[in-house]
């Protein structure tokens, strides 16, 4: 129960912070993505308070033996650049400069209760599953 | 190329939404020992794993909530305008799904979590997510639809 309420907690924080960055206004997105166009190089101050922050938290974080409320870290450390690595980034980023939208702040912007946000979530959750088959059929 | 004029506050909001992001990803971190990436977590709501689905769950609640709570206190952090018809939407939606988990992680998961850990795979991740941002809204900017 304790592990669901601190995720719960941390997604909560995590909402807020989005919000309060401007990710959640696909237009601010948008303008962030447009180089060649009227650049707002906002959104690049909440990568930059994101990194600079939990670079620091990180390592603190991780000099403990464990966490706090359960067994172990679970920390990816896979460090090969594979094409499944490159090409899905880049569709990700085609479906990002589309929409406006990445999945937290879509999540968040679900409370705005607006129909495109829904159908954006709903497709997101279909492209999951989508890429759920399209592994298995691509399976060795 | 032309550059929006930003106003100090402009760039102190980001600032401090990026701090707050940065904090969250550590509170995770420091309770559950999890990397915070919002695209694995859902992805494991999509297809749940026995005895590892409930805080998931409850991690993809906590996002909506925080909107509710944001559309009452700061009401233009969450006006968000979605233009586009509809199936652009479904179909950015799709990729999304797809890419994140095809490249294992999104703006969070590769973006903060994996870049301040130095990790090669999510610097290059990073970097092609962001080219293909760039260049499908240039595109969509010569196609006329921006």
């Known amino acids: ?3 669901i309420i601190a995720a719960f907690l941390s997604a909560f924080v995590f909402g807020i912070g989005l919000a309060l960055g401007g990710m959640t206004l696909p237009s ?16 690049a101050f909440v990568m930059v308070g994101a990194i600079s922050v939990h ?41 990002w400069g ?34 759920r088959v399209y592994a298995k059929l691509t399976a060795p | 190329m032309t550059l929006v004029n930003l106003t100090p506050e402009q760039m102190v909001m980001p600032l401090i939404g990026g701090a707050v992001i940065g904090i ?19 992805g494991g709501t999509v297809f749940p794993v026995k005895g590892d689905t409930y805080w998931r769950l409850a991690a993809v ?28 939407y479904c179909l950015a939606g799709v990729l999304v799904g797809f890419g994140t988990q095809m490249g294992s992680g999104c703006t969070s998961g590769h973006g903060v979590c ?12 990073t970097l092609c997510f962001m ?8 595109l969509l900017r010569q196609l006329g639809g921006l």
């Open chain 1, 55 to 95: 670079a620091v938290t990180y390592r603190l974080i991780m000099k403990r033996p464990s966490p706090i409320l359960s067994a172990k870290f679970l920390v990816p450390t896979r460090r090969d650049i594979d094409a499944k690595l490159v090409v899905g980034s880049i569709i990700f980023g085609a479906g």
């Open chain 1, 98 to 131: 589309l929409g406006g939208f990445c999945p937290g702040p879509a999540l968040v912007a679900l409370a705005t209760g607006q129909a495109k946000v829904l159908v954006f979530v709903a497709a997101m959750c279909g492209g999951i599953v989508l890429h």
């Open chain 2, 114 to 125: 994996g870049i301040s850990r130095f990790s090669p795979r999510s610097i290059v991740a």
């Open chain 2, 61 to 88: 609640l906590g996002f909506p909530v925080a909107g509710l709570v944001m559309a009452h206190l700061m009401p233009a952090t969450m006006a968000a305008e979605t233009p586009s018809d509809i199936w652009v």
């Open chain 1, 1 to 3: 129960m304790k592990i």
């Open chain 2, 24 to 42: 969250s990803v550590s509170l995770l971190l420091l309770l559950i020992g999890r990397v915070f990436g919002v695209s694995g977590i859902l």
């Open chain 1, 28 to 43: 601010k997105v948008i303008g962030f993505l447009d180089i060649t166009g009227n650049w707002d190089p906002s959104l």
């Open chain 2, 131 to 138: 080219a293909a941002g760039f260049a499908t809204v240039a």
